[in-house]
């Protein structure tokens, strides 16, 4: 994604002094104020504290020191930029401040900033922020009812804190003495670095506002003026920054400002009509409202102990089915590999189970070891010429002796029978037995004619 933007800034004293009555400004910008520019994709603001040479170093201190670093990871204004970047810039930024507070240790006490960051790039833009200042996405339309904040920061605050567990209402919120108490901060030397929230959007359209504040620019003003302000109502860009700065100029506290117009989206990555996002239009939340977890980076270049990967959710709020819990696709790759194991077991069982019962089936058998070999024919074919000579009717049948004369010769024949068997062989055996007899004795005559 590549953008045509316009840039404009506010940076004011309101009523801000310092110890000798002199205007303090303790607020600090990236781009510096005045020297923007339309081709700027990179923009920070900060709302230092802690008085007099702390509040204002601690806040120039990160803008220089996140810049520094983010133009060195990511060179290419409107190339990728990945949380790996961001962190990056983030964990610079803590070091140069534990720096800035060597040798004072009174600044070191009690300097500190908040942060907001504001980053377009080829996949749109992301968003962070540590403490109150906030950050602003706006959906213009012809007036108030027709504009939409499509996303706002969370304030880390203790009446934001309050809010969210219901033991203040917005309205008792915006009168606490308690306000001005945030939760998060940056500081030089923290016992833990405070987590910033992230936020990723690609639903950037051509018309669109992101507004960057401190929050001495939401003293007099709510959500719904916001809306107002950014609609066509108002006018060209010029008049929308001359009403935001008349409506602030008597605020008791430094206010700075960057605004962003988006005039124009090319090759965006959703072309037409984008998903609607969580806030609903004309229908601004309260002034410290929550405006829900920040989205993790689904970039797999750089991982947050993965983050993200990829977006756990999408464009449109909703779930996406690829970042489903790892523990879950693992336990559908065991179930997968069970049932694997039980058909191909089941496979088995029914194969063995064939083999079983083919091995018990008798008529299946191979013939034991012991049974008779099978006959064995003659070397001597069967003479029939010579055996039809030698009587012409058929032969009857001749019973053999009781005992069995030692000088006959004895010969198999099929069926496993010999020459010399009992009384009880069948007529068809006694026939053979003949028949080989009578070879027998004209075979020699044969033989000897040779």
Known sequence: MKYRLKIYSIWEYGR??????????ED????AYGQQKDTDRLFILCDGMGGHAAGEVASATVCEAMSRSVFRSAPDAEGDFSDGNLY????????ALSEAAKGNETGARKMGTTMAFLKFHSRGCTIAHIGDSRVYHIRPGKGRDDSAILFRTSDHSLVNDLIKVGELTPEEARHSRQRNIITRAMQPNPDRQPRADIYHTADIRPGDWFYMCS???????EDDNLLYNFSEATGDDANKVKILTQATSQNRDNHTAILVHVMEVIDPLFPGEAPARASAAGAPGPIMA???DAVPDTRAAEPKAGTPASAAVTSDGTRNPASRPKGIQLAKYIVSLLLLLLVVGGIYRLASGISGRRAADPARQAPPASAAPAPVRSEVPPQRPLRQESAAPQPQPVTP???ASTSAPVTAVPGGSAAGASSSASAGEEEAVSDE?????VTPKKLSKK
Do not use: C, W, Y
């Not at 801000?16 to 400004?25: A, F, L, M, T």
């Not at 600090?28 to 781009?31: A, D, N, V, W, Y």
């Not at 929050?215 to 003003?221: K, V």
């Open 28 to 31: 600090s910008l990236f781009p």
């Open 88 to 95: 990056t810039a983030i964990d610079d930024a803590f070091h």
């Open 215 to 221: 929050d001495g620019m939401l003293e007099e003003m």
């Open 401 to 403: 002796p009781a005992a």
């Open 437 to 441: 007899q009578a070879l027998m004795n």
């Open 16 to 25: 801000r002094v310092d110890s000798e009555g002199k205007p303090h400004q």
């Open 290 to 292: 929550e405006t829900g």
